[in-house]
């Protein structure tokens, strides 16, 4: 099989009437979800769990098989090794890769250089380290069966002596002013799997990227937008409608494939968002009158950010001090808004946990 070479972008020759019909939708419930997410303060420490959850979806589309209960209980005790540390990191990572597009999207646009400083991230002490970490490939990859080798391949993407062109080209057209931005994505995202500039980890960063673009052009608040759950549901569909492309140039069958997603998972972020933020205003009463006391918000923002906790996470990532953090524990176990999973015993601390926002992100 011959390395593919990809149309440059912008295409000249999209039938726009196959899909003119889902842009109006996608781009209305991608709105109704931004709403949403205009009225939480502080959305990223809200939705922290639904995050944690988006990674580990986009994890488990590259073959990981940890949960989020297993990520969050790592993170309470992060020396504990066990047989699935290394795919929790690999979670963790792509929630720190996010963090730092955050930071940068503060003072430059998504580039080039924002991939690779993700790329970069992601593959930190993990299965991919060794491979050219937080740098382009300089050598031809492939896509097929693990240890196939090259003519048995599914997919050859573009050869390496072609790769700054064709990154070039991508790069320029993120900054391009397309007839509809949603569409736009659909393309930039489609390109850079087509591509494939890494020799591993494309499809957790080509995920990335797509919160980050809607950050980038002023259509979300903030990059808690999650599609993993949706591709991971489709993901037979997903790769067929990459692979028609590149075998029968069919973008607009991926572009319909790529609204519709958008469509559906903003009506399920919509939905989560919703109830996490109901759930919020309504706990911010009970807990206000159950405590008496000022760090009454502290203690809720900590427990919806980290609805998995240990007293010494509670009381590292509140603030409070250790006598109130106690008093303030007692009370809410004895009020049943946390619930204790196993009690402690010697050096081993109790796990507790806020079930009502665990419920709603799995």
């Given amino acids: 099989m011959q390395p593919h070479i990809p149309r440059k972008l912008p295409l000249d020759s999209l039938d726009w009437m196959k899909f003119v019909h889902l842009i109006g939708k996608a781009n209305f419930e991608l709105a109704q979800y931004a709403g949403i997410l205009v009225g939480i303060i502080n959305p990223e420490l809200l939705l922290s769990p ?3 959850k988006e990674a580990v979806i986009s994890s488990k589309i ?10 969050l209980k790592y993170e309470i005790s992060p020396g504990k090794e066990s047989s699935k540390s290394e795919d929790i990191r690999e979670i963790i990572n792509y929630r720190k890769a996010l963090e730092r597009a955050v930071e940068y999207l503060k003072k430059r646009p998504t580039c080039l250089n924002l991939c690779k400083e993700m790329h970069y991230i992601l593959l930190g002490s993990v299965r991919g380290r060794n491979k050219a970490r937080g740098e382009f490939r300089t050598v031809q990859n492939w ?16 050869p390496p002596d072609r790769l700054v062109e064709f990154l070039a080209n991508l790069e320029e057209y993120m900054h391009f002013e397309e007839k509809d931005r949603l569409v736009q994505l659909a393309l930039i995202h489609a390109q850079f799997e087509i591509i494939h500039p890494f020799l591993d980890g494309n499809g957790r960063l080509g995920r990335i990227l797509i919160p980050l673009f809607l950050v980038d052009k002023g259509m979300l608040k903030a990059p808690v937008f999650y599609v993993s759950e949706y591709i991971d549901e489709n993901r037979d569909v997903y790769y067929s409608r990459l692979g028609e492309i590149t075998r029968n140039n069919d973008w607009e069958s991926w572009i319909e494939f790529f609204l519709t997603t958008v469509i559906e998972q903003s009506k399920i972020n919509s939905r989560k968002a919703k109830a996490i933020l109901d759930l919020y205003d309504s706990m911010k009463e009970e807990i206000e009158e159950k405590l008496h006391s000022q760090y009454s918000i502290r203690t809720l923002d900590t427990i919806f950010q980290s609805p998995l906790f240990n007293t010494s996470v509670f009381i590292e990532k509140s603030g409070i001090p250790t006598s109130s953090a106690f008093r303030i524990l ?5 009020n049943k808004i946390i619930t204790t999973l196993f009690k402690g015993s010697g050096k081993r601390s109790s ?12």
């Fill in 351 to 362: 796990l507790m946990a806020f079930e009502k926002v665990l419920d709603i992100v799995d």
């Fill in 330 to 334: 007692r009370i809410l176990k004895r």
């Fill in 143 to 158: 896509i097929g069966s693990p240890g196939s080798p090259i003519e048995k391949a599914t997919y050859v993407p573009p």
């Fill in 62 to 71: 590259e073959g990981t098989q940890a949960t989020l209960e297993d990520v």
């Fill in 50 to 52: 639904l995050t944690t």
